[in-house]
């Protein structure tokens, strides 16, 4: 599962969380990411989110809003 790995942001390798200094992104934005049959797409508004579903209209769509890691 995507969300439980956690990357160092020293070495961009899979954390052991014995790094003491972690670093909150305060920047927002988009995210894509391809595991080959599987997509996943970050939008951050509507606009965004039909312009996804025009540029690929017959893939097939889970949509989570929130925060699904609650």
């Known amino acids: 599962e ?8 020293k070495s961009c390798s899979s954390c052991k969380n014995d790094c003491n200094q972690m670093t909150e992104l305060s920047v927002v934005e988009a995210v894509s990411m391809d595991f080959g049959e599987v997509k996943f797409q970050k939008v951050l508004d509507v606009e965004n989110l039909f312009a996804l579903f ?6 097939s769509y889970v949509l989570n809003g929130g925060n699904t890691a609650h």
């Not at 995507?2 to 942001?9: A, F, G, L, P």
């Open 2 to 9: 995507v969300y439980k790995v956690k990357k160092c942001n």
């Open 54 to 59: 025009s540029k690929h209209p017959t893939e």
